[in-house]
């Protein structure tokens, strides 16, 4: 006896493959979360990460602006100038950091599709109910 196709299955035997179906939906949306959250580790991670880097070169920044000032008082023109270039160049680099940083926590800040999802399947397992009513 061949096997029923889809079409020919009893109520019966769809209301019985139900549980594991909804199951599987429920482990699928929890894998997806999953992925999401790790995604969004990742980004908050290198984020933080090029920030504590932005703060590092500033700390060399905040060197160089007190030796730039300090030529600048001595008035010798060409090692005031070479250290202006020097702080220059380190606002530039951390204005790179904190650009990359930024966009990071932006990207880990998104909210969670698959949470949103869930309820709605939640939400709908819950609302199976109600039509009975009506």
């Not at 270039?85 to 800040?109: D, H, P, W």
Request: charged share 20%; proline share 4%.
């Amino acid at each position: 006896m061949p096997l029923p196709t889809n079409d020919e299955r009893s109520l019966f035997t769809l209301i019985g493959e139900l549980p594991d179906r909804v199951q599987a939906l429920v482990r699928a949306e929890i894998d997806q979360i999953k992925a999401e959250l790790s995604y969004k580790a990742k980004h908050f991670g290198i984020g933080a990460g090029l920030l504590a880097g932005a703060a590092f070169v500033a700390l060399f920044l905040l060197g160089t602006l007190i030796t730039t000032a300090i030529l600048a008082l001595a008035l010798v023109m060409p090692a005031w100038a070479a250290a202006l270039t020097v702080s220059g160049i380190l606002i530039l680099i951390i204005a790179l950091l904190v650009f990359i940083a930024v966009r990071n926590f932006k990207r880990g800040s998104e909210p969670l599709e698959s949470i949103e999802s869930l309820r709605k399947d939640i939400d709908a397992l819950k609302g199976a109910g109600d039509y009975d009513r009506y």
